[in-house]
């Protein structure tokens, strides 16, 4: 078994150095047919798409975007191109890099490859791409806060045809505000699932759809307005206004810090602080089987999703899990848990994979879950 996994692993590598390869090729061959001082691809005689798509087997338009990527990454992210050629990165992580530093001049995307290579590929795509975010977001404060300010602007909703008498319903909006609809559909359909009667055998995905149309058509009780709590977790110097670090959206990532001071300054928002110790641990006492809200809101803060290797799913929507269990000794403290989502909650528990806490807990680590050894993550 970990003989196949090993093999996996060299093929992975194999198959980042070959793109990284092409990527490098493509750029060659498109400055190659450049005219004299000329700098762009659609600058270029006129027929490098079509050679290009002959060879790759795409149409011209395909084979003008992967040129037109070739020759942005090469120049501007030289270091990201041989991090995919030593197979520290795939090409999914390079083209969420390369997007998240599109809007920057050269010198800015440069500190952002920086900042996010010093790190690696993180645990997940998504992390890395949150990463690449918050980089941007460091290192661009106040462009960022513009562009999201401008994006807000973009918000929408509209409709198009599906097949077999369906349609999608689609709305673009502020992360904070499509979170806590979100949140709002989840906690209702979580309600009649828990409550349905005999005979409804509706999946949770269709209850939460039938969920949003009774709640736009004010068809049910699931109408009536239900508390809803929407997290963000804000450095404390961002929220005074003494920093442009990015804040947090669980679920969503960093957003800008003139964003999140926005939001704190809406009315109605509510702020709870969590009292720490010197080394940023929680302050608590706490001997009893079941954390309390408090212990579950800092284990959430702390991990922003489940803890198994790769997994995504906001920490909003997880077991609050014991590292060690009670039934071992372990006590309800927050060095000893850690946010699981129900099915890496049961793999745990079957007993094929361990979960640790390398610092016990400490806000500046990561859980980590391998199959027999103890991993720090970034």
């Known amino acids: 078994m970990d003989g196949l996994l090993k093999e996996i692993s060299r093929a992975v590598h194999t198959i980042a150095a070959g793109q990284a390869n092409l990527l490098i090729l493509l750029a060659r061959f498109a400055a190659l047919r450049l005219p004299p001082g000329a700098t762009h691809l659609l600058l270029s005689d006129g027929f490098v798409p079509e050679e290009v798509a002959a060879v790759l087997a795409v149409s011209p338009q395909a084979a003008t975007a992967q040129m037109a990527f070739a020759c942005t990454v090469t120049r501007r992210l030289p270091r990201a191109v041989d991090a995919l050629r030593a197979g520290v990165l795939d090409l999914q992580r390079l083209y969420a890099l390369e997007k998240a530093v599109h809007p920057l001049d050269d010198l800015a995307a440069a500190e952002v490859e920086t900042r996010v290579l010093a790190a690696g590929a993180r645990s997940n795509r998504r992390a890395f791409t949150d990463a690449c975010r918050r980089a941007v977001a460091k290192t661009d404060p106040e462009g960022a806060a513009d562009r999201a300010q401008t994006r807000r602007k973009d918000r929408r909703v509209w409709v198009g045809p599906d097949?077999?008498?369906?349609?999608?319903?689609?709305?673009?909006?502020?992360?904070?505000?499509?979170?806590?609809?979100?949140?709002?559909?989840?906690?209702?359909?979580?309600?009649?699932?828990?409550?349905?009667?005999?005979?409804?055998?509706?999946?949770?995905?269709?209850?939460?759809?039938?969920?949003?149309?009774?709640?736009?058509?004010?068809?049910?009780?699931?109408?009536?307005?239900?508390?809803?709590?929407?997290?963000?977790?804000?450095?404390?110097?961002?929220?005074?206004?003494?920093?442009?670090?990015?804040?947090?959206?669980?679920?969503?990532?960093?957003?800008?810090?003139?964003?999140?001071?926005?939001?704190?300054?809406?009315?109605?928002?509510?702020?709870?602080?969590?009292?720490?110790?010197?080394?940023?641990?929680?302050?608590?006492?706490?001997?009893?089987?079941?954390?309390?809200?408090?212990?579950?809101?800092?284990?959430?803060?702390?991990?922003?999703?489940?803890?198994?290797?790769?997994?995504?799913?906001?920490?909003?929507?997880?077991?609050?899990?014991?590292?060690?269990?009670?039934?071992?000794?372990?006590?309800?403290?927050?060095?000893?848990?850690?946010?699981?989502?129900?099915?890496?909650?049961?793999?745990?528990?079957?007993?094929?994979?361990?979960?640790?806490?390398?610092?016990?807990?400490?806000?500046?680590?990561?859980?980590?879950?391998?199959?027999?050894?103890?991993?720090?993550?970034?």
């Not at 009774?214 to 110097?237: F, K, M, Y």
């Not at 590292?323 to 099915?343: A, D, F, K």
């Open 163 to 378: 097949e077999d008498g369906t349609s999608t319903l689609t709305a673009l909006l502020p992360a904070e505000d499509a979170e806590a609809c979100y949140r709002r559909i989840d906690q209702a359909a979580r309600s009649v699932s828990d409550n349905r009667i005999e005979g409804d055998d509706r999946t949770r995905d269709q209850i939460r759809a039938d969920v949003l149309v009774d709640l736009l058509t004010g068809r049910s009780s699931h109408a009536a307005p239900t508390p809803c709590e929407i997290q963000v977790v804000v450095p404390v110097a961002t929220l005074m206004g003494l920093s442009d670090d990015p804040a947090e959206l669980p679920g969503y990532g960093p957003i800008p810090a003139r964003i999140a001071q926005e939001m704190a300054n809406r009315p109605g928002s509510t702020w709870r602080r969590i009292l720490t110790d010197p080394k940023g641990h929680l302050v608590e006492i706490a001997d009893r089987r079941l954390p309390n809200p408090a212990q579950v809101r800092h284990v959430r803060a702390r991990n922003r999703t489940c803890v198994f290797t790769g997994c995504t799913r906001p920490s909003q929507r997880t077991d609050t899990d014991h590292t060690t269990p009670v039934s071992e000794g372990g006590q309800t403290l927050i060095g000893n848990l850690g946010p699981l989502c129900r099915r890496h909650h049961r793999m745990k528990h079957r007993g094929h994979w361990k979960v640790t806490q390398p610092e016990g807990g400490a806000s500046s680590t990561r859980q980590c879950i391998n199959r027999s050894a103890r991993v720090a993550g970034d």
